[in-house]
């Protein structure tokens, strides 16, 4: 399969006051066509500035260095202006509140549609027309009368809609997805998954999940990247990882979600709690709190490397068994 | 006098209004937040209370606690009506029922040290209580919720939001309550701090004889710690169950679709599993759904729905649902 996405040595750094904050380093992989990866980390993992970083998007002290190839470009340190000639075309990205990538004043006609006359060149009656359309994919009910509405006036899962039909008008390569359905109830959390399988499936979209939650991960991702400090330390298929984790954190995750079909007597937290990257442990930075570790972890930061020979890494010093019980 | 012996806590016909205004000069309206809610609370249970925003489960939590007062119904406190009780009474009862927040920093006044915080239930609730036992209490909470003594001088900024929500429950802990109401406690946490917090509530649990009321939207969290469970859906009970019976054998049609929308962390069961898609979403309180709230998003939903409210009925010795087609579902479902 090709690749609509390959990053390599991805570092985002952010200027504070007295110091620099490194919130992404090293970050390199690829995102094949069509496929759903899903980033998984807890706050301060740099699951969401990476991909900030890969939009051209990050906060005024941030900078981000490596490359991002969408195709033949390099999206990483590539002027707005020219940032926004594939922006909402090839690659889009959606956030946890609609509300930020809606603009209040603008009918939801009107804002969709801009997006087409500006990256497809469509008249602007044409455009309303496949406005309409397309919020009928993304199933939204009466959706003429809902065009002409302004995103106030919508529910919170409709609006969740009007954004996935406002990232997929140019049907991009690659849509991004930040923790699109954490603030929703669960009910709608189910149709909202539903309709990102049904429609990157027909667009032949690659999809980006980032999330903390597992089972969103279980249910949508063929692949999944587990990020901490701002390192990728697992990355496999989502099969591998669930059934048969290698690095102790992502044991860890595991361990600590719970599971609805199952009244487990305890749950297996990790202890301890998620790093301030202002001051990243030595070495691998999961050690403080990894019940495999040995001197080594302390000292040396572990790479992420092949295991087994085939497509899943790791980075982890650890060599014997995890000894993890199937999460089945 | 206490009618039965094993509740801490009885909630009958409980109903809780709310006037919202649309502007200057419309009428306001009226929201029914909760409507003619019973159940109660078994001593040394944990009580889960579920539902989609908008159900009343927070409102719910308040009423319990006479934060809020409810408009209809009794709230029975070892058989005593506490929902009428004259404020000054309601304080000497409040030593015994306390509640954690979901929000750790935004419940902590930024201004007071940790030792403050965790000491200010003692100052308002037992002012028999001097200062010397004060701290003595002050570190022992702490070092129950895995606290150092020695930060008992730092502010909550300082705190991260896993140890904030320590400091919340320690709080919540000083008056030795027999029951505690957590508002949504591990919601806004990592999910690898969330699990030690769930961990640490049950752990509590046991050592001081706690019962909990667990209010969460989160139903795998609710399943773990619950021992039964209590799903709301706008403002009303729809039904009352034990966790495995809740989860073996759902009744009501929305807690089937409730649990089947649960995304579960085990990507072959998750391929596998048919999702029994619920359509749209939850309607206004202001204006709810005639008849059976519900029935506007059921898809067995019949005339008689939309006609005639069902009435909570008690099946098979305890549980509670409240739908007019649950025997001939049951029974499809058996199927």
Redesign the interface.
Same mark, same amino acid.
């Given at each position: 399969m090709t690749n609509v996405l390959v990053v390599d040595d991805l570092d985002v750094t952010f200027a504070l006051h007295q110091a620099e904050v490194k919130a992404v380093s090293d970050l390199s992989f690829s995102l094949a066509a069509g496929e759903t990866m899903a980033v998984v980390g807890?706050?301060g993992s740099g699951k969401s500035q990476a991909f900030l970083a890969i939009m051209g998007l990050l906060a005024r002290n941030g900078r981000a260095a490596g490359r991002a190839m969408l195709g033949e470009v390099d999206l990483i340190g590539m002027p707005g202006d020219r940032l926004d000639a594939y922006r909402g075309k090839d690659i889009a990205m959606i956030f946890q509140d609609p509300m930020t990538s809606l603009n209040p004043s603008l009918k939801v006609r009107t804002q969709l549609a801009e997006v087409l006359v500006r990256h497809q060149g469509f008249a602007p009656d044409k455009a309303g027309r496949a406005v309409i359309e397309m919020l009928e994919r993304v199933g939204i009910p009466e959706p003429v009368k809902r065009a002409s509405a302004y995103p106030h006036e919508l529910?919170?899962?409709?609006r969740q809609r009007v954004m996935i039909a406002m990232a997929l008008l140019c049907r991009p390569k690659i849509l991004i997805a930040d923790e699109p359905t954490t603030a929703l109830?669960?009910?709608?959390?189910?149709?909202m +998954?539903?309709l990102f399988k049904t429609l990157t499936d027909e667009f032949g979209t690659a999809l980006v999940l980032i999330t #903390?939650?597992?089972?969103?991960?279980?249910?949508v991702a063929d692949r999944m990247m587990v990020m901490y400090g701002g390192r990728c330390v697992e990355t496999g298929t989502?099969?591998e990882l669930?059934?048969d984790p290698r690095h102790p954190y992502t044991l860890? +995750? +595991? #361990?600590?979600? *719970? #599971?609805?079909?199952k009244?487990?007597q305890?749950?297996?937290?990790?202890?301890g +709690? *998620?790093p301030s990257l202002e001051r990243l442990p030595s070495g691998c930075a999961f050690h403080p709190?990894c019940a495999f570790r040995f001197e080594t972890c302390f000292a040396e930061r572990p790479q992420l490397l092949p295991v087994d020979g085939g497509a899943r890494g790791r980075a982890c010093w650890y060599q014997g068994s995890l000894k993890h019980e199937e999460?089945? | 006098m206490l009618e039965h012996n094993d509740d801490l806590l009885r909630i009958e016909n409980l109903s809780k209004f709310f006037s919202v205004s649309s502007g200057l000069f419309t009428r306001p309206f009226q929201l029914k937040a909760l409507q003619d809610i019973s159940f109660t609370v078994k001593r040394g249970e944990t009580l889960g209370i579920v539902g989609?925003?908008g159900c009343g489960k927070s409102t719910l939590g308040r009423c319990i606690l006479q934060l809020l007062s409810p408009d209809e119904g009794r709230v029975l406190w070892l058989g005593e009506d506490i929902a009428r009780l004259p404020e000054e009474q309601m304080r000497l009862r409040r030593r015994d029922l306390q509640i954690i927040f979901q929000d750790p920093l935004a419940s902590l006044n930024p201004r007071m040290t940790v030792g403050e915080i965790i000491a200010d239930p003692l100052r308002t609730l037992m002012p028999e209580v001097d200062a010397k036992g004060r701290r003595e209490r002050v570190i022992k909470a702490m070092e129950a919720v895995g606290l150092l003594p020695e930060m008992i001088n730092r502010y909550p900024h300082e705190f991260?939001g896993?140890?904030a929500q320590r400091i919340g429950i320690a709080r919540a802990l000083i008056t030795e309550p027999k029951l505690i109401v957590c508002d949504e406690p591990v919601s806004a946490l990592? =999910?690898?701090?969330?699990?030690?917090i =769930?961990?640490l509530l049950?752990d509590l649990k046991q050592q001081f004889g706690l019962t909990l009321v667990f209010i969460s939207?989160n139903?795998?969290?609710v399943?773990?710690v619950s021992d039964r469970i209590l799903v709301l859906y706008l403002g009303r009970v729809v039904e009352l169950a034990s966790?495995?019976d809740l989860?073996a054998d759902p009744r009501h049609p929305y807690t089937r679709?409730?649990?089947?929308?649960?995304?579960?962390?085990?990507?072959?069961?998750? !391929?596998q599993r048919t999702?029994d898609?619920?359509v749209g979403?939850?309607p206004s309180p202001i204006n709810p759904p005639s008849g059976c709230t519900f029935r506007t !998003?059921c898809r067995h939903a019949v005339a008689l729905c939309a006609d005639k409210r069902p009435p909570l009925e008690t099946v098979d010795g305890g549980r509670l649902v409240a739908c007019h087609r649950w025997r001939e579902l049951a029974v499809t479902a058996a199927q």
């Open positions: 807890e706050s529910s919170g899962g409709m109830d669960v009910t709608v959390q189910a149709q +998954l539903e #903390h939650d597992l089972g969103v991960v279980a249910g989502v099969d669930f059934y860890g +995750l +595991l #361990h600590s979600t *719970p #599971h609805v079909a009244r487990a305890r749950l297996d937290p990790i202890q +709690l *998620p709190r999460v089945a | 989609e925003s991260s896993g140890q990592d =999910v690898s701090v969330q699990a030690q =769930v961990n049950s939207h139903l795998s969290v399943r773990h966790g495995d989860y679709a409730l649990l089947t929308a649960v995304p579960i962390p085990d990507p072959r069961r998750a !391929r999702i898609g619920l979403e939850i !998003r």
